[in-house]
């Protein structure tokens, strides 16, 4: 277990931020990796619990605690103590398929079920995951694995992202021959497009996807893969392929239905960031505004009143990524009452804690503008435009929760006489998503589950149709990352079974 005595002497650190106020100069990477020695006293921490809970990805009051993907988390942070990064690589490579992806945006759900931060602060699993990818890396223990024999077996997954990818892993690597349709022009899904550079730098995705390619998985690009009028047909799939996997996520975003929705200046905020990592990286914007000369041009938070509705992660991007446009103001919506800032006595320890919590994009607004973003219990009434159809404002109402005797449900309300004037030039919607595209469930004549997404049986990732399969965010709704890459795994080993009936 390492140090039997680690959790007692040493304390937690953290890798450290670079300051708000520096860090928004640039859409580079924030976070400073710790030295070796600095990363071992840290892996002593690790208690190597009878029962392990980081790893267990179970159910606690409702809410999942512990890595969904069961890492083997005690046994690299023990090698991580001993030096043995090779092996410690070798422990966290059979779980876990892009730890540089999870290491880097997971929020640490095996960091919240850890022992150790029962009666005191957490391991730092997620920095340590990282140090021993990147180090694997660096010393290249990472080397393309050659497949050598091939089962004759084609698979074609439709999408790129977190899921999509660990699928086309697993399957290539037991030797099927794996093509990924993308529709955008470089592989990666929200990983390349829905999450800022800052957050996970594109170069980490382009590494990764470039030793997919070396070891045999094909990758087909700005492709859309729907009905007869698309660029690719599920009936062309099905004469090409022996199973499909759906791995489109939950595109189909959740929007304001109020008056003015029409002006101009109003995006979907997905939409917005993955054409403000375009701007970063190179690229023409998909979601164009026309600029001054007529030529297309990328929207930008440039000198603008920015008003960001939805208090998430996705809202928390925009923020950060707003402030570095370079934003006159922030505001940040939020439906929901403000979360207390310690965890409360009904939500004890393994379960996720339901707390405040303040991520960089809100840190580098306080730094900024010298407060938090956000309003709490407030939704958009009317958006409203100029003569020219654009938005210049946005009135808001204050909302109210009482309980319902008979549902036992909180039932929202307006606060009347609430209702305020915001200045606004941009107004970006990061209230979720209801679900998968529907042209994709048209397209593929897949059932469509209660919530929106593609219905799958039970305790099955295989659709209504046979040699149909859904992983990721389209078949469980909105998650993380690191759901979509054990959903992936999880698809690739049902599928494999199909395939060799």
Known sequence: ????????????????????????????????????????????????????????????????????????????????YRGDMEEAYER??????????????????????CTCGLNDEPVTCHDNELSIIEEA??????????????????????????????AADQLNKRGHSVTVYERDENPGGLLMYGIPNMKLDKKIVKRRI???????????????????????????????YDAVIICTGAKFARDLNVNGRDAKGVYFAVDFLSDATRSVVGGKPKYPVTSGNKKPAFETAKGKNVVIVGG?????DCVGTCIRQGA????????????????????????WPKVCKTDYGQQEAIAVFGKDPRIYQTTVKEIIKDRSGNIKAIKTVALEFTKNEKTGRM??????????????????????????????????????????????????????????????????????????IAEGRGAAKEVEKFLLQ
């Open 328 to 351: 006159k103001s922030v505001v940040q919506i939020e439906m929901m009452p403000k979360m207390p800032d310690e965890r409360a006595i009904d939500n004890p320890w393994p379960q």
């Open 312 to 316: 998430g992660d996705t809202g928390n």
């Open 210 to 240: 470039d030793l997919m390619k070396e070891e045999g998985v094909s990758f087909i690009c700005s492709v859309n893969v729907g009905d007869k009028d698309s660029d690719v047909s599920y009936k062309e799939l099905k004469e090409q």
């Open 92 to 113: 966290l490579s059979k779980t876990n398929n892009f730890p540089e992806f999870t290491g880097r945006v997971c929020p640490a759900l095996c960091e919240a079920a």
């Open 137 to 166: 890396f660096k010393k290249g223990y990472i080397k393309p694995v050659d497949i050598k024999i091939r089962s004759g077996k084609k698979v074609a997954i439709i999408g790129s992202g977190p899921a999509g990818l660990a």
């Open 1 to 80: 277990m390492g140090k039997a005595s680690g959790f007692l002497e040493y304390e937690r650190e953290a890798n450290k931020w670079i300051a708000p106020l520096e860090r928004i100069k640039n859409y580079e990477e924030f976070k400073t990796p710790k030295t070796l020695d600095e990363r071992r006293i840290q892996a002593a921490r690790c208690m190597n619990c009878g029962v392990p809970f980081c790893q267990s990805g179970e159910q606690f009051g409702g809410m999942y605690s512990g890595c969904p993907l069961h890492n083997l988390i005690p046994e690299w942070n023990d090698e991580i």
């Open 411 to 484: 039932d929202m309300s307006e606060v009347k006489g609430s209702e305020k004037e915001l200045k606004c030039e941009l107004l970006l919607i990061a209230a979720g998503f209801l679900g998968c595209e529907q042209y994709v469930i048209d397209a593929f004549n897949v059932e469509k589950g209660a919530r929106g997404n593609i219905a799958t049986k039970e305790g099955s990732y295989e659709t209504s149709v046979s040699g149909i399969y859904a992983a990721g965010d389209c078949r469980r709704g909105q998650s993380l990352v690191v759901w979509g």
